[in-house]
């Protein structure tokens, strides 16, 4: 009998199971956490760092603990021309989307109403990251994962609090701790 191989389904099932140690989500719960914690801290070195080295970071522990013990597949390399170009095209978007509210709702040229909807720009923003590794995996979990950054970020940015700062710092930490799971 024959039988039909489905590769889009073998790569995602691979992808999956490449992703089972959650060091990627560990790793983006701790710059979103610490991202946060910078508006209390003039101090950012360390947040830089973890941006700069969180991919080598992650490939050195699964090098050294994931890949022993489960093994590795080498996928497909995607174009980083074609990958940077959506990555452009989406934030401008984002841009956008972020202009068109704060003319609609308040005063665009008011740098206090961009800090009070800066918790809904990062929710937007996180949407990529989120679609990017559901369209990897097929996992629907980050369909939820995108849905629920963009309710938290207008929950945030709609909320009164004393500071504009206090909500994205809430926002942050909150989505940051989710990441963890």
């Excluded at 914690?37 to 969180?54: D, E, M, N, R, T």
């Excluded at 959506?86 to 202009?99: K, Q, R």
Aim: no cysteine; hydrophobic share 50%.
């Amino acid at each position: 009998m024959t039988q039909n191989i489905n590769l889009k389904e073998i790569e995602k099932k691979a992808y999956r199971d490449s992703q089972q140690d959650g060091l990627m989500e560990v790793m983006m719960g701790l710059i979103l956490m610490t991202f946060g914690g910078f508006f209390y801290s003039p101090i950012f070195a360390f947040y830089i760092l973890l941006i700069v080295f969180a991919g080598r970071i992650v490939e050195f522990i699964r090098r050294r603990y994931t890949h022993p013990r489960i093994g590795f597949v080498k996928f497909h390399e995607e174009n980083p021309k074609d990958a940077m170009t959506g990555v452009f095209l989406f934030e401008v978007a984002v841009i956008v989307i972020m202009f068109t509210l704060i003319s609609i709702f308040g005063e665009v040229t008011d740098y206090s109403q961009w800090v009070d909807w800066s918790p809904l720009f990062f929710g937007m923003i996180l949407v990529g990251p989120f679609a990017h590794a559901q369209s990897r995996s097929g996992n629907v979990r980050y369909t939820g994962y995108a849905i629920l950054s963009v309710v938290l970020g207008l929950f945030f940015s709609l909320a009164e609090f004393a500071s504009g700062r206090t909500g994205l710092i809430l926002y942050l930490v909150l989505m940051g701790g989710i990441s963890f799971h």
